[in-house]
Nanobody, 123 residues
Framework: QVQLVESGGGLVQAGGSLRLSCAAA????????LAWFRRGSGKEREFVAA????????YSPDSMKGGFTISRDNAKNTVYLQKNSLKPEDTAVYYC????????????????WGQGTQVTVSS
């Protein structure tokens, strides 16, 4: 079983930056595709970014491009999400996810999920 724990959320002023971390326990995730999603209050879950097992390839939907940077450190079994110039509309619970199935990076189906970390951007 893969356990994912997100951290780094909190209250940030508009224009600020965030760096979220997601640490995994239970398995070494170097073969897993890892991803970040978010869900704003009253909104559907959004696919933010995904990264391949080696970290050599990353993907973001067109709606998220130019904003988020996903990275990973397999030695630490951790995936990161970075974004600068935050806006109030970035307020959401951010979730990390993992899968072993070899789907394309743009596939939003994931098997393991963290509990989420709240990011609130104040104007």
């Amino acid at each position: 079983q893969v356990q994912l724990v997100e951290s780094g959320g909190g209250l940030v002023q508009a224009g600020g930056s965030l760096r979220l971390s997601c640490a995994a326990a239970g398995r070494t995730l170097s073969s897993y595709t890892l991803a970040w999603f978010r869900r704003g209050s009253g909104k559907e879950r959004e696919f933010v970014a995904a990264i391949s097992g080696s970290g050599s390839r990353a993907y973001s939907p067109d709606s998220m491009k130019g904003g988020f940077t996903i990275s990973r450190d397999n030695a630490k079994n951790t995936v990161y999400l970075q974004k600068n110039s935050l806006k109030p509309e970035d307020t959401a619970v951010y979730y990390c996810a993992a899968r072993l199935r070899p789907y394309g990076l743009g596939n939003s189906e994931f098997d393991y999920w963290g509990q989420g970390t709240q990011v609130t951007v104040s104007s």
